[in-house]
């Protein structure tokens, strides 16, 4: 692959939604059940993690010469924990309440499997500029699929939205806050606890599948229209 | 002369159907559902056609979803049966919403999400019960005396709306906790659990069904007149309930023996809350418990067990519910260690030699 132009067009979709991280490839879960309990801490989280997917595509990609494949596990473990520690240091200066709220997840950002999951099967086999692309579109994927979690989860359990967002994102972004339901909406407890995030999560997934399902269905049908063979669409 | 046509083997002849095992069970939870609904009135009646009402609403829907015929599985009584069985183990004034979300929870999250009737790991009641109680601790917790139906304090239909749909309760005088909420106050606190109201004469009135609770909490004798009649058509077998109250009753008296101030009598744990409701109702579903009798012993023990521990040492009063899940979980496991010995074979698998089948036959 190193060797043709990089498809972008591919590197993009397969970060939004074909390859997304998590509701095609099921990885990263972890962090997704523990921090998705709003939707302003799943932002936080998807943007810390986007910020190492594309450093760590950087560093992986540009070393890929020098990595036997015998060492590349802890070597890419290495790059990836000292750039978490950088995220993790940053964060806790700049937006200490986020730091607060997110805590021991943002050095579990190690461990998150997407990370050594792209380092491997992407950044260790092409050019850096590809690495960082791959990098920042899955992270994208990611963040977008935390935050529409934490929002249903958030909007159900709390009656609200987009909570204590101008601690991440500056006062600028009070206007975010919302209260959905007011009053005396007492929340649904059990979309904030563990049980939620599976709930909302396999809801997600199944939509996916049901979309791609009917994408499918349409390409096949358009093709025949033509009198054309029909053309594969790339499957989940 | 015989001009009987020739039909050839197998035969087989099969009363059992779900429609049949489902009306069953329903007749035998009409005498405990009709006294509970007697003594809580009219609000109790229509969270109850409120619950089962859901209950059938979403059992269509998800079948519309699924594209599975709607009118042979809407019929067959499992939807009713599931709505019925969430409104017993709620609280009979709760309001109406959590009736409605009870049934979508129990038929949706239960059931439908698994591949429907017979699929799912979990009993579809319980899952409801316990996602609300986890949800809703206040409703879900929300006890008063009974007052039976026509009595002078008993609120009349129009009362009874206001009460379900707008939460007009504003008679406090009749919220009083369960015996099993008291006991668990009094464990807290660190008093001896004697003073609890309801221990003094508890096993007469539990078995008359005069004390606070949820619907299938009330009278343990209608009950066991319901676990029975199971029992004898042979819906249910005895090994799931047996084992159960066997289980609870070996420890319950031995912890009660050793610390009679924290541990409530036998009798006390054997016939409060939701553990006869459990055990003939809920325990025995098909679908949620091991296939063999020797797992479902293993099964009924490791209810009533985790009840008790539940019990004495969480911070819910009541743990019938998170006990039968917990063990659901176990089921595969059990069914996969668990076998019966296969006719014919050892119970490693092997075939049997012909000199063991000659000695099996003297």
Known sequence: MSTDAPDYRTIIADGLWTRNVVLAQLLALCPLMAVTATATNGLGMGMATTFVLVASGFSVSLWRGFITPEIRIPVFVLIIASQVTLVEMGMNAWLHELYKVLGLFIPLIVTNCAILGRAEAFASRNDVIPSMVDGFFMGVGFTAVLVVIGGIREVLGSGTLFFNASLLLGEHFSFLETVVFGGDYKGFLLLILPPGGFIVLGFLIAFKNVIDAARVKRATAQALDHGAEPTQERAA | ?362
């Open chain 2, 1 to 362: 002369m015989s001009r009987a046509k020739t039909i050839s083997a197998p035969f087989t002849h099969a009363i059992t159907s779900v429609p049949r095992t489902m009306l069953l069970v329903m007749l035998a939870l009409a005498p405990a559902t009709a006294f509970s609904l007697y003594q809580f009135g009219w609000p109790a009646i229509i969270l109850f056609f409120i619950i089962i009402g859901s209950s059938l609403l979403f059992e269509a829907l998800s079948l519309l979803i699924a594209r599975k015929p709607v009118t042979p599985f809407l019929l067959d009584g499992s939807a009713v049966l599931t709505g019925w069985l969430v409104a017993m183990a709620l609280p009979p004034w709760a309001p109406w919403w959590i009736g409605v979300l009870g049934g979508f929870i129990a038929i949706v999250f239960g059931k439908h999400i698994y591949g429907g009737l017979g699929q799912n790991i979990f009993n579809p009641a319980m899952v409801a019960r316990i996602a609300l109680l986890i949800s809703f601790p206040l409703e879900m917790t929300f006890f008063m005396q009974p007052q039976p139906l026509f009595a002078q304090q008993s609120p009349n239909f129009l009362q009874a709306m206001d009460i379900i749909f707008m939460g007009g309760i504003n008679i406090d005088a009749l919220t009083s906790a369960s015996t099993l909420t008291q006991i668990k106050v009094l464990q807290f606190d660190g008093q001896s659990i004697e003073a609890a109201t309801g221990l003094v004469s508890y096993l007469p009135t539990a078995m008359l069904g005069v004390l606070p609770g949820s619907m299938g909490e009330m009278s343990v004798l209608s009950l066991i007149v319901g676990g029975v009649f199971l029992l004898a058509l042979r819906i249910i077998s005895w090994h799931t309930p047996v084992a159960m109250f066997a289980s609870m009753a070996l420890i319950a008296g031995i912890a009660h023996f050793f610390n009679p101030a924290f541990h409530p009598g036998m009798w006390t744990h054997l016939f409060s809350g939701g553990f006869v409701l459990g055990a003939f109702f809920i325990a025995t579903d098909y679908v949620t418990q091991p296939v063999s009798n020797s797992g479902r012993l293993i099964f009924g023990a490791g209810v009533g067990a985790l009840t008790f521990v539940i019990r004495a040492y969480s911070i819910f009063p009541e743990g019938v519910g998170f006990a039968i899940l917990l063990m659901n979980a176990m089921t595969p496991l059990i069914d996969h260690y668990i076998k019966p010995r296969i006719f014919g074979r050892s119970k490693s698998g092997e075939p049997l030699a012909s000199e063991q089948l000659e000695r099996g036959r003297q």
